[in-house]
């Protein structure tokens, strides 16, 4: 049975092990833990039944799969500390923004096979958008044993790796983007009569159909627009107010202040 382990459990890394839970994928025993403060995994790992570790080193000696899970800020520092414990048959996974594959392998080698990967919160319940990119020591069966971790956790795309930041922006904050827009059809449902609640529910629901729309639809979203903006509707009045206050645009923007704080902080 494949083991996988975490160093570091901070949000992402839980709502990965959240996932994997309940995708059955991996029991819990076969899930290790380690990081930094003692306090923070070991009563995570008791309360989900997972095995906690006391060093990294012990956690790369008993995982098949390890995930790098560490703020960038340490990350190099972790890496040099398990180079000596990692073998070509274990899979490193990093999920550290920023951090490149030949970073790494300047770090543990480079006949490490290393998976490079940017997952988003919604792995958690299944519904996540992962950017992967293997070096080319990761190949074969071993690939795509590291990368059904994320397959099983929603959806993934291999990238290169200069174009991770614009993934960045549109899977990994645009579900901040998304839920703001979801809030907003929601406040209008309440000045209108709505329960907060009521207006939450049909706005979140509204927008996750039209998100399966969209990906089951062999149409470009303005096509499916069309469907539902009939000649001199409500719905076209709608979206012309809505471009009017420069929808678009602000997306855009708001795209591209993602994107540039991004490169700020690389």
Do not use: C
């Amino acid at each position: 049975m494949t083991k996988i382990g975490f160093i570091g459990v901070g949000g992402m890394a839980q709502a990965i092990i959240g996932g994997l839970l309940k995708a059955r994928a991996f029991a819990p025993a076969d899930i290790v833990v380690h990081s930094h403060q003692a306090a923070h995994y070991q009563p995570y790992a008791q309360r989900l039944g997972l095995t906690a570790v006391t060093s990294n080193a012990d956690l790369v000696a008993a995982s098949d799969l390890v995930v790098l899970a560490v703020t960038p800020n340490v990350a190099a520092t972790v890496l040099t500390e398990i180079k000596p414990a990692l073998t070509p048959q274990k899979t490193l996974i990093s999920i550290v923004a920023g951090l490149t594959l030949a970073k790494m392998a300047t770090l543990v080698g480079d006949q490490q096979p290393i998976l490079r990967t940017l997952p988003n919160v919604n792995v958690e319940i299944g519904a996540g958008m992962t950017a992967v990119a293997a070096n080319t020591e990761l190949t074969g069966a071993a690939r795509t044993t590291a990368e059904d971790v994320f397959n099983v956790l929603g959806s993934t795309t291999t990238l290169n790796e200069d174009q991770f930041g614009i993934f960045s922006a549109l899977a990994g904050s645009s579900p901040a983007y998304i839920d703001f827009f979801i809030d907003s059809l929601s406040r209008a449902g309440v000045k209108y009569g709505l329960s907060k609640q009521q207006a939450t529910q049909i706005a979140a629901q509204a927008t996750l159909g039209s998100a399966q729309m969209v990906l089951k639809s062999d149409k470009i979203p303005f096509a499916l627009i069309d469907q539902v903006a009939s000649p001199g509707g409500s719905t076209v009045a709608g979206l012309l107010a809505m471009e009017e206050a420069g929808l678009m645009t602000a997306v855009v923007k708001g795209i591209d202040a993602t994107v540039q704080r991004d490169h700020e902080n690389a």
